[in-house]
């Protein structure tokens, strides 16, 4: 039946390396089961970026998390723009290298090597349970490798938590329960064990809570950034202080200043949009955006010179990215550069890029 | 130090839950910077509080600290349960 669904097998896996290979997109009407239809997308572009990255940072990566500006970099269309590239073993060479790869497979097969250990010591409900939690384990490493699941920390966390657990269930012993592993190894050096474990308990500590504020002040910037983007037309200076104090509670990240330089620019500050943009291009020198609207700005106060420079700094980062394309054409011929005009074909959906059409036409072409 | 280990556990997990919460919005979102900088503006409302105070902004942190506590309170019950029934 299934035979029948698909057609000549090999013409079906034709027609399926062809979608996936040739990244165009295409309606998603069709009421098959996703295995049966089009593998259409954009993930084999994003594989091949990832790939490159790799190739360029084999040992070390590029770092967590720095897989958009590569993309940004090297997409061959204008309407694109993944942050993550829908692969984890791709994900972990291109921004872990080597390295990074080694370690997690490390942890990985630690944890499967232990838990096939203790499935042979314990009973069969011990022994299922330990079966069960790999097979989940298993499933969601299967899984990532063509999708986005570690970033999903709802799906990453119990996956990784489960393959932990698989390899730490213990049997159900009540006399063993009752004496702990630390005092198992403090009846030869009472003081020597104690000291250690409280030693692990306060190194966890300060882990835990490091981990946690590291996390929590990204969120907390975000709901002040959020927060005064909110309040700008009724109150532009609350809206300027919250971007601040947004700015200050995660130093590391540009985006309330991109917020704070864009609603200046809408209200025509030109040396706060200009203060704001450049100091968001000394926290991420790979912002594009920053370059566009300081371009854009300089482009509306007769600067040429200096907006063509910007925006040479911006289609360096950013090749296909139409605003720039746009601005700089504007700019060269000497055309009055209206920053709001320009930046509403971010937003207006009758701006709405033709990429998308413009890829269906491959469908065409499918064997 | 036990007891210790447990708090910190605790307020790390406190503070860690709202910010994945946020992390899993959209991770597969193809959304560009200028589109997202430009709808965060563009969505600004008028009308914003005047007070020191934050407006809500639609996360509800009070769900997420009930059921913090209420699973902290059912670990510690049956952590206590099981405890009783091996010692008797």
């Avoid at chain 1, 694109?80 to 942890?107: C, D, M, N, V, Y």
């Avoid at chain 1, 200076?237 to 330089?261: F, H, K, M, T």
């Avoid at chain 1, 371009?295 to 106060?301: I, K, N, P, Q, V």
């Avoid at chain 1, 907006?307 to 296909?320: F, G, H, M, T, V």
């Amino acid at each position: 039946m299934g035979l029948s669904h698909v057609g000549d097998p090999r013409d079906w896996a034709a027609r399926q390396w062809h979608d996936l290979a040739h990244s165009y997109s295409l309606p998603t009407q069709d009421d098959r089961s996703r295995l049966l239809a089009s593998l259409s997308g954009r993930r084999y572009e994003e594989w091949r970026v990832a790939w490159r990255q790799f190739e360029r940072h084999p040992l070390l990566g590029a770092g967590p998390d720095n897989f958009a500006a590569a993309y940004l970099a090297e997409r061959s269309d204008n309407f694109h723009e993944p942050r993550h590239p829908h692969s984890l073993p791709l994900k972990l060479l291109s921004q872990g290298g080597i390295l990074g790869t080694g370690l997690f497979t490390l942890a990985v097969v630690a944890a499967g090597w232990l838990a096939g250990r203790r499935r042979r010591t314990l009973d069969a409900v011990g022994g299922g349970t330990v079966a069960a939690c790999l097979v989940a384990g298993a499933y969601w490493l299967l899984h990532s490798s063509v999708d986005i699941l570690w970033e999903i920390p709802a799906l990453a966390a119990p996956a990784m938590g489960l393959l932990a657990l698989s390899a730490s269930v213990e049997r159900g012993d009540p006399g063993r329960a009752e004496v702990p592993p630390s005092r198992e190894i403090a009846s030869g050096s009472p003081w020597a064990a104690r000291r250690a474990a409280r030693g692990a308990s306060l190194v966890g500590a300060v882990a835990s809570l490091a981990i946690a504020v590291a996390l929590a002040l990204p969120w907390l910037s975000d709901l002040y950034a959020q927060s005064g983007a909110k309040a700008w037309r009724a109150n532009p200076a609350q809206a300027y202080r919250r971007l601040e104090l947004a700015s200050a509670i995660d130093p590391l990240s540009a985006d309330p200043l991109l917020v704070e330089g864009s609603i200046a620019l809408r209200r025509r500050e030109a040396s706060r949009a200009r203060r704001a943009f450049l100091r968001a291009l000394e926290r991420d020198p790979a912002s594009w955006y920053a370059y566009l609207q300081l371009a854009l700005l300089e482009g509306s106060l007769g600067h040429y010179r200096e907006a063509e420079r910007y925006l040479a700094q911006s289609l360096a980062l950013n090749p296909n990215e139409r605003v720039t394309r746009l601005a700089l054409r504007m700019v060269k011929e000497g055309a009055p550069i209206d920053p709001q005009i320009l930046n509403r074909v971010f937003v207006d959906p009758a701006f709405r890029p033709p990429g998308i059409e413009s890829y269906t036409h491959r469908v065409e072409s499918r064997p | 130090m036990r007891k210790l280990t447990v708090v910190a556990m605790a307020v790390a997990t406190a503070l860690v839950a709202p910010a994945l919460a946020l992390a899993a919005q959209n991770p597969s979102s193809s959304v560009g910077e200028g589109t997202e900088v430009q709808r965060t503006v563009v969505s600004g409302v008028a009308g914003a509080q005047s007070g020191g105070s934050l407006p809500f902004t639609g996360f509800s942190l009070a769900l997420i600290v009930i059921v913090a506590v209420a699973l902290l309170a059912t670990g510690f019950v049956l952590r206590r349960q099981s405890r009783a029934k091996v010692d008797g």
